[in-house]
Antibody, heavy 120, light 112 residues
Framework: EVQLVESGGGLVKPGGSLRLSCAAS????????MNWVRQAPGKGLEWVSS????????YYADSVKGRFTISRDNAKNSLYLQMNSLRAEDTAVYYC?????????????WGQGTLVTVSS | QSALTQPASVSGSPGQSITISCTGT?????????VSWYQQHPGKAPKLMIY???NRPSGVSNRFSGSKSGNTASLTISGLQAEDEADYYC????????????FGTGTKVTVL
C-alpha cells in the first residue's frame, strides 16, 4: 500500500523558513516523480513543485519560484520542500503527492497533508 | 499561469446525473490526454477518480466517467448519491517549460 506521510508544518513568522518532509513507503520511491500541492484555507488545490525520479528535472509554480526548493533522498525514501522568505499567502495545507505511474503524468496518490501557518 | 476553469457549484437530486466542466487551453487540457479528476471531502486529502481523461482507477465506482472535447474536459456523475457530495478538481499536464501541472478552480457538488 502506498503511504505518504508529511511532517514539518507549523507556525512561522513572515520572512521565516520551514522545511517540510515526506516519508514514502509501499512502493519503489526512486522510480517515481514526486510533487508538492498546497491548499489554502477554504481555497482550491494549487500545484507547487515537482521533481523527477533522479532529480534531473525540477519544476516550480511562479508563486514560489526563488523561495522554495524541492529535493529528494532516494536512499531515505524521502521528499523535502525547503520554504524560505515565507509570506502570509503561503499559509496552506501542503500535500506530498506521487505520480500515478512511472512515466505517466498526473498525481495518483496523496498524503494527508501538513499545515503551514505564516503569521506574526 | 492560470488555473483551469470549473463552475463553482453544481447540484442534483439523488439518482440524477450531473456534469462538471473543466476548461483550459491548447497548452494543457486541449494538448494532452493527461486530465485527472479528484474528489475531496471536507478535511480529507483528495482522491483520484479519473485519470488520462476517461480511465477509472481500481475501486472507483463506474458511476464516474470522464471525457474531453477540444480544450474542455468533463466529469459526469450518474446515479447521484449522497456520498458524492464533495469538492471536485480537475488537473492537467501543461507544456510550459517551467511548470508541470495545473489544477482547476474546483466545483462544489451538492446532493439536494
Amino acid at each position: 500500500e502506498v503511504q505518504l506521510v508529511e511532517s514539518g508544518g507549523g507556525l512561522v513568522k513572515p520572512g521565516g523558513s520551514l522545511r517540510l518532509s515526506c516519508a514514502a513507503s509501499g512502493f519503489t520511491f526512486s522510480s517515481y516523480s514526486m510533487n508538492w500541492v498546497r491548499q489554502a484555507p477554504g481555497k482550491g488545490l494549487e500545484w507547487v513543485s515537482s521533481i523527477s525520479s533522479s532529480s534531473s528535472y525540477i519544476y516550480y509554480a511562479d508563486s514560489v519560484k526563488g523561495r522554495f526548493t524541492i529535493s529528494r533522498d532516494n536512499a531515505k525514501n524521502s521528499l523535502y520542500l525547503q520554504m524560505n522568505s515565507l509570506r502570509a499567502e503561503d499559509t496552506a495545507v501542503y500535500y506530498c503527492a506521487r505520480d500515478r505511474m512511472v512515466g505517466a503524468t498526473g498525481v495518483g496518490y496523496w498524503g494527508q497533508g501538513t499545515l503551514v501557518t505564516v503569521s506574526s | 499561469q492560470s488555473a483551469l476553469t470549473q463552475p463553482a457549484s453544481v447540484s442534483g437530486s439523488p439518482g440524477q446525473s450531473i456534469t462538471i466542466s473543466c476548461t483550459g487551453t491548447s497548452s494543457d487540457v486541449g494538448g494532452y490526454n493527461y486530465v485527472s479528476w479528484y474528489q475531496q471531502h471536507p478535511g480529507k486529502a483528495p482522491k483520484l477518480m479519473i485519470y488520462d481523461v476517461s480511465n477509472r482507477p481500481s475501486g472507483v465506482s463506474n458511476r464516474f466517467s470522464g471525457s474531453k472535447s477540444g480544450n474542455t474536459a468533463s466529469l459526469t456523475i450518474s446515479g447521484l448519491q449522497a456520498e458524492d457530495e464533495a469538492d471536485y478538481y480537475c488537473s492537467s499536464y501543461t507544456s510550459s517549460s517551467t511548470l508541470r501541472y495545473v489544477f482547476g478552480t474546483g466545483t462544489k457538488v451538492t446532493v439536494l
